[in-house]
């Protein structure tokens, strides 16, 4: 276990360029990296990868980048992604190995961590380094984020997937020098075990949830389909936010199951969450507990969404949501 | 036709949080009082797909849970809602576990039984939240797992389709069987158990599977070790910061807050 050196952070390609949580890996990696004294890099996987993505990598972080294009690797499968990021990992022997907790990582992080025969924490909030073990200390939450956990691996490389939205990005420096190492791979279709047949967008008007930035919220309190519909609806539509709600709300057929946030729902970063008439059960907290900004709008003062809400109205939403709407509107438009 | 539900048992994620509370010198979950434990949700939705197969097309559902005696009650409620066996995998050797020795444990209780076409379980338990075990199941059986499914049905011999769920949609997938498929919330409402079939489920023997009838030998035990370590466990400290907006009326502070947000550039 004495051999391994660096971090690595397993990159996605969205259209040929980084995903978001390239960045925020590359600055999370970045502390890692220096407070270890080891190199950073970043493994890339697509059919085709362009010098620019390449270059753009570096100037956000890595000293290295390892680039592997193979036609196969077009579309993301985790049977053809495993197996390349396994050979390259197997290979290089980070001493870490962090990649995002996406739709990509959900599946390929676990896989990976199998076939390395190593440790994985998945949807971590915080990374450091021990000062005394140099070993990675992972930060995590648990029990739909009514508790948090602190973990380390005992195996090495120490693996984690981080939650998108969490790690800040460094600003880019392309005066910043990093290598590009080209790595070829034979790989044949057949291994992707499971046929991808179709994808089936969802119809939706304006903004998806999960990406949002801006979400407005309904709970229970709304008390209609129609409220919900005037209120929380028009809300999203005029900041160009998203529409969410509460499990209770959903369950009470104000809003689409679809908009759901929470623990059996859908988990939200944004930087900003309106809560509406949502008391803040840890059912919902789960999901969006981790927004930059969040706002609560509710009659009862002793609401638990108070507590982890930077600004909070307590009154009945009826009376404040339409001001609150036009003053939005007017601001907006200046 | 045989499907294997891995189901966990859970504190009710349902308890609201000002009940939560932490052990932190064991760092453990002390468990709400008078607040029973659940399967966890995902899992129930696992078993309901299950069972909508087995509508369609028949077959066998075996529910397996890995827990203390307690966890019976998980199996219990699978079988009461139309499996039709349980088994529960307890015993001191599986008391500290992560996400892989969990799926070890598993695993060997899936090869044990033997015949399973499709395995399947939630995206994640409602209690660590870790996300891990169906997949690391699926490589430790070398058979493929489609994760975070709407639904699944047969559509041949040997041949499943699986609906991913995606922010912006679904993906559809082909796959031959064995496979593991996890589920979530997309599934919709689980079935409630019939008076029939609690009883049933009452009556219903529920094996023991420890080591021994695992077939472990002692070097299994390090061969399952944890490979990570729990060094603390803690609820979180808000503090609370909140500053509330009070205009002269409601009307008031909902254009204040307008106001708040842009003047923080939020908006």
């Avoid at chain 1, 002793?302 to 109205?313: E, H, I, L, P, S």
């Avoid at chain 2, 994760?147 to 949609?169: A, C, W």
Wanted: glycine residues 8%; aromatic residues 4%; charged residues 25%.
């Amino acid at each position: 276990m004495a051999d391994e050196k660096g971090v690595m952070i397993v990159g996605e390609l969205v259209r040929g360029t980084p995903a978001p949580i390239c960045y925020e890996l590359l600055g999370a990696g970045r502390k890692l990296a220096d407070s270890l004294g080891e190199q950073l890099s970043i493994l890339i996987m697509a059919d085709n990868i362009s010098s620019d993505t390449t270059s753009d990598l570096i100037a956000s972080g890595a000293d290295r980048v390892y680039a592997v294009a193979h036609p196969v690797l077009g579309k993301y499968h985790p049977d053809s992604f495993a197996a390349v990021a396994e050979k390259v990992a197997k290979d290089k022997k980070p001493n870490i190995l962090l990649m995002g907790r996406t739709e990509v990582g959900q599946d390929l992080a676990p896989m990976l961590s199998y076939r390395l025969d190593a440790g994985l924490l998945m949807d971590c909030l915080d990374l450091k380094i021990d000062p005394a073990s140099k070993m990675m200390i992972m930060e995590r939450p648990v029990y739909g984020g009514n508790a948090r956990s602190v973990l380390h691996c005992e195996t090495k490389p120490q693996m984690a997937s981080v939650k998108p939205k969490t790690q800040e990005p460094l600003p880019k420096d392309t005066s910043r020098k990093g290598e590009v190492e080209t790595i070829s791979v034979d790989l044949s279709p057949s291994i992707n075990r499971t046929q991808f047949v179709e994808h089936i967008s969802w119809v939706s008007e304006g903004v998806q949830l999960e990406s949002a930035e801006l979400i407005i919220s309904g709970g229970r309190g709304i008390g209609s389909t129609e409220a919900y519909k005037a209120t929380i609806d028009v809300a999203a539509k005029v900041i160009g936010g998203a529409a969410g709600a509460s499990k209770a709300a959903c369950d009470a057929g104000y809003a689409p199951p679809g908009n759901q946030v929470g623990l059996t729902g859908k988990r939200v970063s944004p930087t900003l969450y309106v809560a509406v008439a949502i008391s803040g059960a840890s059912q919902h907290l789960a999901g969006m507990g981790t927004s930059k900004n969040i706002v609560a709008i509710n009659r009862d003062p002793d609401a638990n969404m108070f507590k982890v809400a930077r600004y909070g109205v307590v009154a009945d939403y009826k009376q404040v949501m339409p001001a609150f709407i036009e003053k939005l509107k007017e601001l907006l438009a200046e | 036709m045989h499907m294997i539900c891995l189901v966990k048992q859970v504190p009710d994620p349902e308890t609201p949080s000002a009940s939560f509370r932490v052990d932190s010198a064991a760092n453990k979950v002390v468990p709400a009082t008078g607040v029973a434990p659940v399967i966890s949700p995902f899992d129930e939705q696992a078993v309901e797909v299950a069972l909508r197969i087995k509508d369609k097309h028949g077959g066998t559902v075996t529910a397996v849970s890995m827990g203390p005696a307690s966890a019976r009650d998980a199996i219990k409620h699978a079988l009461a809602m139309g499996c039709d066996d349980g088994i529960l995998i307890d015993g001191p050797a599986f008391e500290y576990t992560d996400s892989y020795s969990t799926a070890y444990t598993l695993a060997a209780a899936i090869k044990k039984i033997g015949d399973a076409d499709i395995i399947l379980c939630g995206r994640q338990a409602a209690d660590w939240d870790g996300g891990q075990v169906g997949i690391i199941v699926s490589e430790m059986l070398g058979i493929p797992a489609l994760i975070n499914g709407q639904s699944t049905d047969i559509i041949g011999d040997k041949k499943i389709k699986f609906e991913r769920v995606l922010p912006d949609g679904l993906d559809v997938y082909e796959s031959a069987t064995p496979a593991v498929v996890t589920f979530s919330q997309e599934v919709g409402q689980p079935r409630y158990p019939t008076l029939r079939n609690i009883m049933a489920a009452a009556r219903k023997e529920v094996p023991v599977w420890g080591p021994a009838e695992l077939g472990f030998d002692p070097n299994e035990a390090a061969k399952s070790r944890a490979k990570t370590k729990l060094e603390r466990l803690f609820v979180p400290v808000f503090e609370a910061k909140v500053e509330i907006i009070e205009g002269e009326n409601p009307a008031e502070s909902g254009r204040l807050l307008a106001m708040k947000l842009r003047e923080a550039k939020i908006i």
